[in-house]
């Protein structure tokens, strides 16, 4: 996997939680994301290959609604008080935090690296309310991060919500800017920063030039032309697919959904650890994915509307 996304989480969680059945109330303000064909994939040559990116295809879309922002942690906050779920961190007791920003109470605390990526400690006690460790706590209107796709997966069931598949993602963090790299165009601003992204050397040093060091409030920098704010860095979010490097050559043009099966889900739109000397991932076209009981400090989830309650 990349600097982004530690390969590898918990082993699949056996308890299963019984949700309420009355639903809760999803509060973030909503894009619509009008009916389109537009181009999907890397139209500039960024990619790995062995990321999939291409080749470019055109994919046709009905309109959606989808959340403006990511979920925070006030929305998460009120989906476990409501209900008592526990995310898979929480069950398991740990999870992925980046070296530098571990708040860990004792040395114990450190369960050892991540398989390929050094920078990334196993920590007791991280979750989603305690994002660096157990001496930490989540601000509130920060993405809520340490959730898996089946953590997401709970929310959006609660929310009476979905995960936006890979193609409605991609479409909205365009925001009707054809073929361009970023949400804002093809080019990094020369006067400024425009997402939240890693600035120093990586993975030893962060300058936090664009003011942030790990994640930034949820409104942060300016929205897309839709409406999203931070589609690209900030945090990973999950989308509903299955992932395959090699789908884009056989995917369907009308709503295509992902693979039927796989051992991945799809992750889009990079995080505060992406940096050009490594991962370059914090572009419309960038995908990765990791495994559905996998957490990380730096992935969330933004959802969308069912089809039935499109505005």
Request: proline residues 7%.
């Amino acid at each position: 996997m990349t600097c982004c996304t530690p390969s590898g989480g918990h082993r699949a969680n056996d308890q299963d939680q019984i949700l309420p059945g009355v639903r809760g109330e999803h509060r973030i303000p909503q894009a619509r994301v009008p009916a389109q064909v537009f181009a999907m994939g890397d139209a500039h040559g960024d990619g790995d290959p062995a990321d999939g990116e291409g080749p470019v295809h055109d994919v046709r879309l009905d309109a959606f609604d989808i959340d403006v922002t990511a979920v925070t942690v006030r929305d998460f906050a009120r989906f476990t008080a409501a209900t008592g779920y526990r995310t898979e961190a929480e069950s398991f007791g740990w999870s992925a935090v980046f070296h530098l920003v571990a708040a860990t109470a004792s040395d114990d605390d450190v369960l050892g690296t991540l398989a390929g990526t050094p920078w990334w400690l196993g920590i007791r006690g991280a979750d989603w309310a305690h994002p660096h460790g157990p001496r930490s706590h989540a601000e509130d209107d920060h993405p809520v991060t340490h959730v898996s796709w089946n953590d997401a997966q709970a929310y959006c069931a609660w929310a009476g919500r979905r995960l936006p598949t890979e193609a409605e993602w991609e479409c909205a963090a365009r925001g009707g800017l054809a073929g361009a790299r970023f949400p804002w165009g093809s080019a990094l601003p020369a006067d400024g920063w425009a997402c939240n992204i890693w600035q120093g050397r990586f993975p030893v040093e962060n300058t936090a030039e664009d003011g942030w060091v790990t994640t930034a409030p949820v409104e942060s920098f300016a929205p897309n032309g839709y409406g999203l704010w931070q589609p690209v860095g900030n945090v990973w979010e999950w989308c509903a697919d299955w992932f395959s490097p090699t789908y884009y050559g056989e995917s369907a043009v009308d709503s295509p959904n992902g693979p039927a099966d796989g051992v991945t889900r799809v992750l889009r739109g990079g995080s505060y650890l992406c940096h050009d000397s490594y991962c370059n991932r914090y572009r419309n076209a960038a995908r990765s994915s990791n495994t559905p009981d996998s957490s990380t400090g730096n992935a969330g989830f933004r959802t969308v509307a069912l089809s039935e309650e499109a505005l």
